[in-house]
């Protein structure tokens, strides 16, 4: 986590799937200049993936299920807070990114696009759920279910880090989760949340720097006397 990691027993972190380090260009993938083989063929993939999907190729849009499908279920479920809803969402972006596949520039990799189109449908799944919510339960003082879960860890543990992560921003909650979680880099967490790159390092410094003030202990006044 960097030199801004939380004072946490990160085994009870968030529960996520491990990170794919295989599919990404990491610094150490260039040198004397040019990328290795595993970057680019990372990059012909998603080019692959992009053109397949854009003339209407089923092995294509099967591919991106088999290689991103399970990752992004993981993704909307920590959003959206149970497994229902995410498989809707995953279903849902898919056919988003049928029906506007045409629209594709290439200004980001398709993979990135497609996470970014997942990210705004969970948005919109969440409004309406909340909505949905405000109707029903009009005269009611319960507040919604925090999310994301950890259904990993101890209770009290959980609840504390449920109850920190939904105190912060929606965008430092979105970029810790991307981050931390599901492992992007910021170059790829810029182009699914639409900022840039630095803005996406701030912005996870502040919910590290925000998190790690709500889940340390307060330290006592005998403590702070010395």
Not at 168 to 194: S, W
Request: aromatic residues 6%; contains cysteine.
């Amino acid at each position: 986590m960097g030199t801004m990691g939380l004072a946490l027993p990160w085994k009870a972190r968030i529960s996520s799937l491990p990170r794919k380090r295989g599919t990404r260009v990491e610094p150490s993938d260039y040198l004397a200049g040019g990328p290795t083989r595993a970057a680019t063929d990372a990059i012909g993939e998603d080019a692959a993936l992009a053109a397949g999907c854009r003339v209407g190729d089923l092995r294509a849009y099967e591919r991106l299920y088999t290689m991103h499908g399970a990752r992004m279920k993981n993704l909307a479920r920590q959003v959206l807070g149970n497994p229902s809803d995410a498989e809707d969402a995953v279903q849902e972006t898919f056919l988003k990114v049928q029906r506007s596949i045409a629209g594709f520039r290439g200004q980001s990799s398709f993979v990135t696009w497609t996470y970014r189109i997942l990210i705004n449908t969970c948005y919109d799944a969440r409004r309406s759920r909340m909505r949905k919510k405000e109707i029903a339960n009009d005269h009611s003082e319960q507040s919604p279910r925090p999310e994301p879960r950890a259904p990993g860890a101890h209770p009290s543990l959980r609840m504390a880090l449920e109850r920190a992560l939904a105190k912060l921003t929606e965008h430092q909650r979105n970029v810790f989760l991307l981050y931390e979680v599901e492992g992007f880099r910021h170059a790829e967490i810029a182009g699914m949340l639409d900022m840039t790159e630095t803005a996406s390092k701030n912005t996870l410094f502040q919910a590290k720097k925000n998190l790690r003030q709500m889940l340390e202990p307060p330290r006592s006044s005998s403590a702070e006397a010395r």
